[in-house]
């Protein structure tokens, strides 16, 4: 299979891990006879640096010509601490969604048995956990209008749909949920948001297309909560942008580490495959961030871009099989790990490639 794909580091770890990314999807394409060719592309602060611009047209337009697009993080502390700066890495990944028209992020959750003990919830609550969010990605108060007003003393962002937004991401969410336990959670607050009674009502409507899948509505309050309480009542779950943004960080914790999950980014063209986790800047540049979120990344990408299933499963068991070994980064190892077993960005790296 010939594939062009566009790599993008990013900020902080993002330049650490999708290292370890890409040279896994070279790794798979020598073993399978592929033939996939790479480019490279600025965004976020390091795009800044260099341009002035978070997402320079450069980019954008590599972004296009690519078939999938592998992309680390964005972010820097600078921005963190300064409130009123105007141009912000994020606004790179913002408007990459938007220009791409990536209005569905699908994010994983599921747990390598290995890392059972990794998480603060217990053992038996969590094995066997098995949940895939589709978070809207394009829309709600990420998009919103939003101003100061009142001489600076007053600010709003406005959560907004349109019909046509939900209606596809929920079919989306129905046709997974139909390749799965056939079970959906639809996450809103329509006891108190307008846009969340449209979010709920358009649900209804999309729901009368897939008679078998059983629907659920659960409101974001509630869904946090179950979540932490019985995450495997949780298969297939449906929401919008900002109540994705935090239910699944708190679903992150279920796999013991943010730097274990990874997510895809799709729509209209070219798909985006990134770890869910941020540009770590406390810990970028010591070698030291867990790659596995930007490997199993390139998995996602194998499996839903190209469509190479046999490829991304050797990548997820290759993993596994690191685990198994008792190989561990710093934020999945525990009281119980040997020091020589705590591994660096770049040996853990070379542990997942030896076994693909
Ligand atoms: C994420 C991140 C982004 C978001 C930030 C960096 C803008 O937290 O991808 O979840 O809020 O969408
Ligand atoms: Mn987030």
New binding site residues.
């Given amino acids: 299979m010939k594939k062009h794909i566009l790599v993008v580091p990013g900020d902080g770890i993002g330049q650490e891990v999708t290292v370890v990314g890409k040279a896994v999807l070279e790794k798979i394409a020598a073993k399978f006879g592929h033939d996939f060719t790479y480019d490279e592309a600025l965004m976020g602060h390091v795009a800044i640096e260099a341009t002035g611009d978070p997402l320079p047209a450069e980019s954008l337009e590599k972004m296009r010509a690519s078939d999938a697009i592998l992309f680390g993080a ?2 820097h502390a600078k921005y963190d601490n300064d409130p009123t700066a105007k141009v912000r890495p ?1 606004q790179g ?2 408007k990459m969604r938007k220009e791409l028209g990536l209005f569905a992020n699908l994010r994983p959750i599921k747990l390598f048995d290995e890392l059972l003990g990794a998480s603060s919830i217990k053992p038996e609550i969590l094995k066997g956990v098995d949940i895939l969010f589709f978070r809207e990605l394009t829309g709600d108060v ?1 998009f919103g209008k939003r101003e100061r007003i009142d001489n600076g003393n007053t600010a709003y962002d406005t959560m907004i749909y349109s019909k046509y937004e939900v209606e596809r991401i929920a079919r989306k969410a129905f046709d997974a949920a139909m390749t799965r336990g056939k079970k959906l959670m639809s996450v809103d607050k329509a006891n108190v948001l307008e846009s969340s009674r449209l979010w709920r009502e358009v649900v209804l409507e999309v729901a009368k297309d897939y008679p078998e899948v059983e629907l659920e509505h659960q409101f974001i309050d509630a869904a946090a909560m179950l979540l932490i309480k019985d995450p495997k009542r949780f298969d297939v779950v449906v929401t919008g942008n900002i109540f994705g ?1 935090i239910l ?2 708190e679903a992150s914790q279920i796999a013991g580490s943010m730097g274990m999950l990874a997510s895809a980014s799709v729509g209209e063209s070219t798909g985006v495959y990134e770890p ?1 986790h ?1 540009s770590g800047h406390d810990i970028a540049g010591k070698g030291v961030a867990n790659p596995m979120a930007s490997v199993l990344s390139a998995a996602l990408l194998l499996d839903i871009s190209f469509g190479l299933k046999e490829e991304s499963e050797a990548v997820i068991s290759a993993i596994d099989s690191v685990l198994k070994a008792g190989y561990r980064t710093r934020d999945i190892a525990d009281a119980t790990t040997p020091a020589n077993m705590i591994l660096g960005t770049d040996a853990i790296g070379k542990e997942i490639l030896d076994r693909i």
Avoid: A, F, K, N
């Fill in positions: 964005v972010g994020e990944l913002l990420y943004d699944t960080d869910i941020g």
